[in-house]
C-alpha cells in the first residue's frame, strides 16, 4: 500500500507545522517616562524614584493610622487595602507593593518581615527592630491587593472590584475625576510628574503675548498630577499677566477622601466648579458670584490633553482653550468636539420609544436616586426602558440588543461618557441632561453640556413638580370629557410619522385579537403568527413592531402550512455532511491498495 501525499483543494490556504504553532511570548521592555530614570536598570534608583513620586512615606504613615474600637482598645483603622492602577502605572504596582509591604511590615503569610528586622533592646513587639515606637505587630495584620483592571472608568474609584475583598479603603493612583465616592473611604496619590518650568513659561508667552493678552482674563487648569505646578506657573506669570487665575483641585466636602503627596488650597466654596477651585480671580464680586460668567469670559489654558468628554465639557464654558502636551511641548487649539450632533441626538431622543440606561459607574454618589429618577421620568413620557450595567461599553456590545433606540449613558464626566465622534456605534448615545431636554414638553436648547449628576437631580425636582401642577390642573379640565387620540408626532430629524414613540400610553380604543387565539387547531403549532399584534394589554410593543419591520424572525420562519404551492412545500430531507478536516476532507482523500 502507497499513501500518495495530501492534496489540499483548489482554494484552501498552504498550511504546514508553522501554521499551529505558538507564537512565542517576548518580554517588551517597560518604559517608565514619568520618573525621568537616568539608568533604567539600576534598581536602587528606580525605588528612590518610585518613593519620591508617590510619596510612599507619607502614605504609610495614613496607613497606619488607627482607632479606638468601643471596649476601649486600639487597632488598625484600615486592615484591608486595595491599590488601584490605571494600565498606565501598572509597571510600578509590584515596586510599590514591596515598598509598603516593607516598610509596615507585611509579608505574604501576615507574619512580620524579617528583612526589615534590626537589632535593638527597646522594641515592643519583640521584631527586635531599632525604633522604639516600633508597631509592626499590628500593621503586619494589614493585607494589599492590586487592583489592576478596573471595573468601570480607570479616574473614578472602583468601590466594585474593591468590595470583592472586603476592602476598607481605596488607594487611588494616577489621575482622578475627584467625583464624590459613593460608600467606601479613598485615598488619591496622583504622582508628579516632572515638567520643566522654563520651557512651559516660553510656550505660554508664545500662545498668549503680552502686548496683546497682558489683560485678558486667562486660567490655568491641569489635570490632577500636573496641578502642583499651577501655583509656581501662576507666580512666574503674574508680573506680564495682571488677570492670571489657577484651578487648583477640589475634594467633595461630604467625601472621606484626602489626597497624599498634595495639599490644596483652602478657598471659598462659592468658587468652585468641574471638581476645581478658582484661585486668584480679580475684580469679582464676593457678594453675588455667578460662574457661568465669570468662565465664559475666561481664555483656558490646559496642561495635558483631556480625555474627549471632559474637552468638550471644557469647551461650552471656556471663551477658548488651548491644550499644552507636556510629553511633547505641542500645543492644540482645536478643533475640538462640539454640541452640534449633541443637538441632533438629542431631537433623535424625543423620537425613540425605547431607550437603554447604561450604568458606566456604581460608585459615584447618587447613581441609583439618578437611575430611579430618570427611570420614572421615562414612564412618565410614555417610553420604555431598560437598564444595562456594562463595565467598559464598546460598539460589539452596545450593537446586541439593536432594538433599543436610544441610549443614555450615566458615568463619570471625567472619562466615563462616550462621545461618539465617527458614528461607530450602531444607535446615538445622550447624557442624562440631554435626555431630560428631550423628554420635557418645550424644549429649549440651552447649549449646555450638564454631565454633574447633582445638577441633573435638581431639574428633574424642578420639573417634577411642575409636572404635577401641569397633571393636576390637566385632569379638572378633563373631568367628564371622553378620551381623545393623542396628537400625531413627527421625527424632526427625518419628518416621518411615528407610531411608537410612546409604547406605553393607553390604547383602551384599539382592540386586537390574534389569529392564533381564533384557530384552536393551530394551538399546538410550533410557530404561530403574532405579525398582526402590536399591543399587549393595552400598551404598544415595541418588540412585536420591531420583529415585523425585519425580514428574518427565526428559524423556520419561512415555512408554513397556510399558503400553497411554494409556502406549502416540505423541509429538505437529512442527508450526511462532509467529514474531516478542511486541509483534507476524507472525499479528497485517495487511497491506493
Same mark, same amino acid.
Given at each position: ?5 495530501? !492534496? ?141 483592571? *478596573? ?8 468601590? !466594585? ?38 520651557? +512651559? ?110 474637552? +468638550?465639557? +471644557? ?177 424632526? !430629524? *427625518? ?51 420591531? +420583529? ?46
Amino acid at each position: 500500500m502507497t499513501n500518495d501525499a495530501v !492534496v489540499p483543494v483548489a482554494l484552501s490556504t498552504y498550511q504546514d507545522d508553522s501554521a499551529f504553532e505558538f507564537a512565542k511570548v517576548t518580554a517588551a521592555e517597560k518604559l517608565r517616562p514619568h520618573l525621568q530614570l537616568k539608568n533604567a536598570d539600576d534598581r536602587d534608583e528606580l525605588v528612590t524614584a518610585i518613593n519620591k513620586y508617590y510619596s510612599i512615606d507619607e502614605l504609610v504613615e495614613f496607613l497606619k493610622q488607627k482607632k479606638t474600637t468601643e471596649d476601649g482598645k486600639t487597632e488598625l483603622k484600615f486592615k484591608k487595602v486595595t491599590l488601584q492602577f490605571p494600565d498606565s502605572l501598572i509597571v510600578d504596582s509590584a515596586t510599590i507593593v514591596h515598598e509598603l509591604q516593607g516598610k509596615l511590615g507585611i509579608t505574604l503569610d501576615g507574619g512580620l518581615n524579617n528583612e526589615s528586622v534590626k537589632s535593638a533592646d527597646n522594641c515592643k513587639c519583640n521584631c527586635r527592630c531599632s525604633d522604639s515606637t516600633c508597631d509592626r505587630e499590628e500593621t503586619a495584620n494589614q493585607k494589599l491587593w492590586i487592583l489592576a483592571d *478596573t471595573s468601570y472608568s480607570p479616574c473614578c474609584v472602583d468601590e !466594585v472590584a474593591a468590595e470583592h475583598v472586603g476592602s476598607e479603603l481605596v488607594v487611588h493612583f494616577g489621575d482622578a475625576c475627584l467625583n464624590p465616592v459613593d460608600k467606601l473611604s479613598a485615598v488619591y496619590v496622583f504622582g508628579k510628574p516632572y515638567i520643566d518650568i522654563n520651557s +512651559l513659561v516660553a510656550k505660554f508667552r508664545e500662545r498668549y503675548p503680552v502686548e496683546e493678552f497682558a489683560k485678558s482674563k486667562i486660567l490655568l487648569m491641569a489635570d490632577s498630577p500636573h496641578t502642583y505646578i499651577l501655583k509656581t506657573l501662576t507666580e512666574a506669570l503674574s508680573e506680564d499677566y495682571e488677570y492670571i487665575a489657577y484651578a487648583d483641585l477640589k475634594l467633595d466636602k461630604e467625601s472621606s477622601a484626602r489626597i497624599i503627596g498634595y495639599q490644596p488650597t483652602a478657598q471659598s466654596s462659592k468658587l468652585d466648579t468641574l471638581n476645581r477651585t478658582l484661585v486668584n480671580l480679580k475684580d469679582i464680586d464676593e457678594e453675588d458670584i455667578d460662574l457661568d460668567s465669570i468662565l465664559a469670559e475666561q481664555d483656558l489654558f490646559h496642561i495635558s490633553t483631556p480625555e474627549t468628554p471632559r474637552l +468638550l465639557q +471644557l469647551t461650552t464654558k471656556f471663551q477658548s482653550v488651548t491644550v499644552f502636551d507636556p510629553e511633547t511641548g505641542d500645543i492644540n487649539q482645536g478643533p475640538f468636539p462640539n454640541l452640534m450632533r449633541r443637538y441632533r441626538y438629542m431631537h433623535m431622543a424625543r423620537a425613540a420609544g425605547t431607550v437603554g440606561l447604561l450604568v458606566n459607574t456604581l460608585s459615584l454618589a447618587n447613581t441609583k436616586k439618578l437611575i430611579n429618577s430618570i427611570g420614572r421620568k421615562i414612564k412618565e413620557a410614555g417610553k420604555k426602558h431598560y437598564i444595562f450595567v456594562v463595565g467598559k461599553p464598546n460598539v460589539a456590545k452596545l450593537a446586541n440588543f439593536e432594538n433599543v433606540e436610544m441610549w443614555c449613558i450615566l458615568g463619570c464626566d471625567h472619562q466615563g461618557i462616550i462621545v461618539d465622534q465617527n458614528n461607530e456605534y450602531y444607535r446615538p448615545i445622550v447624557t442624562p441632561y440631554e435626555l431630560l431636554l428631550a423628554l420635557s414638553d418645550e424644549l429649549t436648547w440651552t447649549g449646555k453640556w450638564v454631565t454633574d449628576f447633582n445638577s441633573v437631580l435638581e431639574d428633574l425636582d424642578d420639573g417634577n413638580d411642575k409636572d404635577h401642577e401641569d397633571k393636576r390642573d390637566e385632569s379638572n379640565d378633563q373631568d367628564g370629557e371622553d378620551y381623545e387620540d393623542a396628537p400625531p408626532e413627527f421625527d424632526p !430629524v *427625518t419628518g416621518r410619522l411615528l407610531s411608537t414613540s410612546r409604547p406605553l400610553r393607553q390604547l383602551n380604543h384599539l382592540q386586537i385579537t390574534s389569529q392564533a387565539e381564533e384557530d384552536p387547531s393551530e394551538s399546538n403549532a410550533l410557530i404561530k403568527k403574532f405579525s398582526s399584534t402590536i399591543a399587549i394589554k393595552n400598551t404598544v410593543s415595541t418588540s412585536a413592531v420591531h +420583529l415585523q419591520n425585519r425580514h428574518w424572525t427565526g428559524l423556520g420562519s419561512d415555512y408554513n402550512n397556510e399558503g400553497e404551492g411554494e409556502n406549502s412545500q416540505e423541509g429538505a430531507k437529512l442527508e450526511e455532511g462532509r467529514g474531516g478536516i478542511a486541509r483534507g476532507y476524507d472525499y479528497d482523500r485517495e487511497v491506493h491498495i
